[in-house]
């Protein structure tokens, strides 16, 4: 599905950062050294490397990781690729300062075990930062899964996040305008989460 949506010369969900990534990059250390779950076309993973971190870019579509590295070239910034489902992916064990997962939507059992995964994979003092459509945005047109059990709410986000400190955690309808896909309206969980 995703290598067919990502397949065109335009960047379905644009060049630019996500907008919660970007007013939330200020709590990154210098270097960080970030993982960019579902990174898709590149946009967040490049923004990261142009503020001087290391970043690594997982995701399932070879076509999208592609145009993550033509972005990379465009913008004269160096990101990692790894082509893998996150089903399948070994997240090591304290190994990064941050991980990044913006509008990365799973299955309700592996997303369980993304969210496990990231806990154990983050640095103490890591940061996860997240930004997800909540249930309520089946309400709204601007994008998102239409199955409930691949959106949070706040109450889940506590429960699959157990562990972090919570820098910041809410749910809010915001304007969102990322590229065709994502325009409009849109009910969101945000969360910023710091590894003890």
Partial sequence: MWNERFNTDQYIYGKEPNHFLAESAKYLSPSSKILSIGEGE???????????HYVTAVDSSVVGLRKALALADE??????????NLADYNFETEKWDAVISIFCHLPSVLRNKVHAGIIKALKSEG?????????????????????????LDLE????????????HLKTTVRDISEGAFHTGDGSVVQVIGRKP
């Avoid at 913008?75 to 893998?84: D, G, M, S």
């Fill in 42 to 52: 590149g946009r967040n993973a490049v923004y990261l490397a142009s503020l001087g």
């Fill in 75 to 84: 913008k004269n910034v160096k990101i990692k690729i790894v082509e893998t």
């Fill in 156 to 167: 889940t986000t506590k429960q699959e996040l157990n562990g972090l400190h919570f820098l």
């Fill in 127 to 151: 940061l996860l930062i997240m930004e997800s459509y909540s249930k309520d945005q089946l309400k709204y047109k601007s994008g998102g899964p239409k199955d409930l059990d691949m959106l």
